[in-house]
């Protein structure tokens, strides 16, 4: 769930939806108006919600010639996993970006620097300083993860509060964007231990993660939930 308010890749013709509406006006049953609108979400598709990067801040990390970094903290963790998460998210979220036309500075240098710097990135200054050709850092910043069901080893539910912030090359002093993510996953009921391994569930929750935080800079369609 995510506190702003706000794939066939064929768009609906800009008029397509008040079209059906003004025809919806002039049948007399309730039916029939159910049954046009019903023949246009097969022909056009439903329509699509907005980037809210895009809604806020008025840019767009898709715009030609713009190139983003992703930097993402987690929290330390005991282990081998938790340790891996800041890296899996970095790459996982830089994937669906490209996947969106989005051009990313590859994960693996990124992870390589801030390995050569101690695990430390620094601060938005010295980022674009090192990746002068990146227009924005978006920032990825984990409170909480965990994936296992308190009190109840059998099962399995992602919990995580995530703060998602975008920074602008030459104005490093603010940010120009900022989205809390609080996930539940999934929402109505956790998934049984004997049903799917660790490992898996883990890599399921991940991915979700990453395309609910992807998604804030690219449009998609209702029905693309998480439950």
Same mark, same amino acid.
Not at 34 to 63: D, H, N, Q, Y
Not at 164 to 186: K, L
């Given at each position: 769930?995510?506190s ?32 046009m ?6 022909l ?38 938790a340790?891996a998460?800041?890296?899996?998210? =970095?790459a +996982? #979220? /830089?994937?669906r970006?490209?996947q969106?036309?989005?051009?990313? *500075?590859? !994960? ?28 924005f ?5 984990v ?6 069901e ?10 995580? =509060?995530i +703060? #998602? /912030? ?8 603010s940010? *120009?964007? !900022? ?20 490992h898996?569930f ?6 979700q ?8 800079f690219?449009?998609h369609?209702?029905?693309?939930t998480?439950?």
């Amino acid at each position: 769930m995510s506190s702003t308010n706000l794939s066939l890749k064929r768009r609906p013709h800009p008029l397509g939806w008040l079209t059906l509406l003004l025809l919806c006006g002039s049948v007399s049953t309730m039916v029939g108006c159910s049954l046009m609108v019903e023949t246009g979400v097969m022909l056009m598709g439903r329509p699509k919600i907005p980037a809210a990067f895009e809604e806020f801040s008025k840019k767009s990390l898709g715009e030609k010639g713009v190139k983003a970094v992703v930097i993402c903290e987690a929290p330390m963790g005991s282990d081998s996993e938790a340790a891996a998460l800041d890296q899996e998210l =970095q790459a +996982e #979220v /830089s994937r669906r970006f490209k996947q969106h036309d989005i051009q990313v *500075i590859d !994960s693996h240098k990124v992870a390589t620097w801030i390995d050569d710097n101690g695990g430390d990135w620094g601060s938005p200054e010295e980022l674009f300083e090192k990746f002068t050709d990146a227009d924005f850092l978006v920032l990825v910043d984990v409170h909480e993860f965990s994936y296992l069901e308190k009190d109840s080893p059998g099962l399995y539910r992602g919990r995580s =509060q995530i +703060e #998602v /912030s975008v920074y602008e090359n030459n104005e490093f002093d603010s940010r *120009i964007f !900022s989205n809390t993510i609080d996930s539940v996953y999934p929402r109505q009921y956790p998934e049984m231990a004997d049903r799917i391994s660790k490992h898996a569930f883990r890599k399921r929750y991940v991915d979700q993660l990453s395309t609910q935080i992807a998604r804030l800079f690219y449009e998609h369609r209702p029905e693309e939930t998480f439950d």
